[in-house]
Every structure is written in structure tokens, then in C-alpha cells.
């Protein structure tokens, strides 16, 4: 499985911007799928996950209310609706699938097996 990220930019707070992530494969509508990011010297940190269904979805708390993750199957896309942005959610932000049908909520990184390259995330005060 490939990931490809996009969507990333600079953007005011109180801002949005929607990033997707293009799946290569034909499992994809098979898989969970994640968004995590990472800010400049801090470790990745969970963001938002979603089933294959598109059923379930999983968020941080830091985002909850103001970040919407979806995927369409027909077109091997995820994407993360980012609203009210804050200056601390700036990081780059990467996308992940797991080979499971639901994100393991147990497991630090959800259970994601795939990582795609990331996509920064600049959001200015």
C-alpha cells in the first residue's frame, strides 16, 4: 500500500484546510485508515481514525469538535477536515493504514501498518 498525503499549507487561526490521502491498491476499501502528526520536536501523536466502512470514527481530544475524518472507497481517498485551527496544530501531518477492518483503539499507533510521507501544516497566529 501507497500513501500519498496532500493538502498542507499556511493558514491564519481560526482558519481550514482539508488534507487527503490517496491509497494505492485495490484492499483499500478494506483497510482503517489514520491521520497522525508530528510537531518540531515532539513525538507523532494520534489525530483521527475511521473504519473501512466509514462507520466508526476516532478522534483526539486536542481535536475533536473542530477536525472531520472521512474516506470515500470509490476513490481510495481519506480525508481530514480541519476547522478552527490553532497555531499548536501546526505539525506535519501523516497518513496511515492499518490491515484491519476497525482501528485497534488499544494500540499507540492504532494498529497502522502503512505510512505515507507527510504534509506540513503551518497554521499562523
Known amino acids: 500500500v501507497q500513501l500519498q498525503a496532500s493538502g498542507g499549507g499556511l493558514v491564519q487561526a481560526g482558519g481550514s484546510l482539508r488534507l487527503s490521502c490517496a491509497a494505492s491498491?485495490?484492499?483499500?476499501?478494506?483497510?482503517?485508515m489514520g491521520w497522525f502528526r508530528q510537531a518540531p520536536g515532539k513525538e507523532r501523536e494520534f489525530v483521527a481514525a475511521?473504519?473501512?466502512?466509514?462507520?466508526?470514527?476516532y478522534y483526539a481530544d486536542s481535536v475533536k469538535g473542530r477536525f472531520t475524518i472521512s474516506r470515500d472507497n470509490a476513490k481510495n481517498t481519506v480525508y481530514l477536515q480541519m476547522n478552527s485551527l490553532k497555531p499548536e496544530d501546526t505539525a506535519v501531518y501523516y497518513c496511515?493504514?492499518?490491515?484491519?477492518?476497525?482501528?485497534?483503539?488499544?494500540?499507540?499507533?492504532?494498529?497502522?501498518?502503512?505510512w505515507g510521507k507527510g504534509t506540513q501544516v503551518t497554521v499562523s497566529s
Open positions: 491498491g485495490r484492499t483499500f476499501s478494506s483497510y482503517a
Open positions: 496511515a493504514a492499518a490491515t484491519i477492518a476497525t482501528p485497534d483503539i488499544n494500540s499507540g499507533d492504532y494498529g497502522m501498518d502503512y
Open positions: 475511521i473504519s473501512w466502512s466509514g462507520g466508526s470514527t
